[in-house]
C-alpha cells in the first residue's frame, strides 16, 4: 500500500486507488501518458462552454478512466472529469511560451465546488537553496 497525506488524516491506498494516486500527483503528467494509460482515444466532439472539443478517454491499467475536453481550435485542455470530479480551465495566458490557465472550476460531488486562481506566474525563476534545506531541530 501507500499512504497520501493532505490537510486531513493520512490516508492508506492499495490496489486502484493507489494507482490512481501514483498518476494524479506526476508534476508534468502530459510527458509519461504513453506509460501512464494503455489507451488513449478520442471519442467525439462536445461542446464545453459554447467551444468544439474533442473528447478524449484515457483509460490506465488499473483504475478509473479519465475524460479530457481539448479545443478542437485552440487546442487547449478545456474540461477534465475524473473519479466523478469536473475540472474547468478558464482564462489561458500566454507566459513564457506556455498557455497557463489562470482559473480552474472544479466540482467533486458531495464536497462542493472548487475555484482556482492564480494571480502569477514565473518560469525560471531563480530559487534561493535555503529554500530546499531541511528545517532547523531543537532539541528539548
Given at each position: 500500500g501507500g499512504?497520501?497525506?493532505?490537510f486531513g488524516l493520512p490516508i492508506t491506498k492499495y490496489?486502484?486507488?493507489?494507482?490512481?494516486?501514483?498518476?494524479?500527483?506526476?508534476?508534468?503528467?502530459?510527458?509519461?501518458e504513453k506509460r501512464?494509460?494503455?489507451?488513449?482515444a478520442i471519442t467525439g466532439i462536445e461542446k464545453v462552454d459554447g467551444e468544439d472539443a474533442y473528447v478524449l478517454e484515457k483509460t490506465?491499467?488499473?483504475?478509473?478512466?479519465?475524460k479530457e475536453y481539448?479545443?478542437?481550435?485552440r487546442f487547449l485542455l478545456l474540461?477534465?472529469?475524473?473519479k466523478g470530479?469536473?475540472?474547468?480551465?478558464?482564462?489561458?495566458?500566454?507566459?513564457?511560451?506556455?498557455?497557463?490557465?489562470?482559473r480552474t472550476l472544479t466540482n467533486v460531488p458531495g464536497a462542493g465546488n472548487i475555484v482556482t486562481t492564480v494571480q502569477k506566474v514565473k518560469i525560471d525563476d531563480e530559487l534561493p537553496e535555503s529554500l530546499f534545506a531541511p528545517p532547523a531541530t531543537t532539541t528539548p
Open positions: 499512504e497520501v497525506a493532505s490496489g486502484d486507488d493507489l494507482a490512481e494516486a501514483g498518476r494524479t500527483h506526476i508534476l508534468y503528467a502530459i510527458l509519461e501512464l494509460f494503455k489507451s488513449i490506465p491499467e488499473k483504475g478509473l478512466p479519465i481539448l479545443s478542437t481550435s474540461k477534465t472529469v475524473a470530479a469536473t475540472t474547468t480551465y478558464h482564462d489561458y495566458r500566454n507566459v513564457g511560451g506556455l498557455k497557463i490557465p489562470f
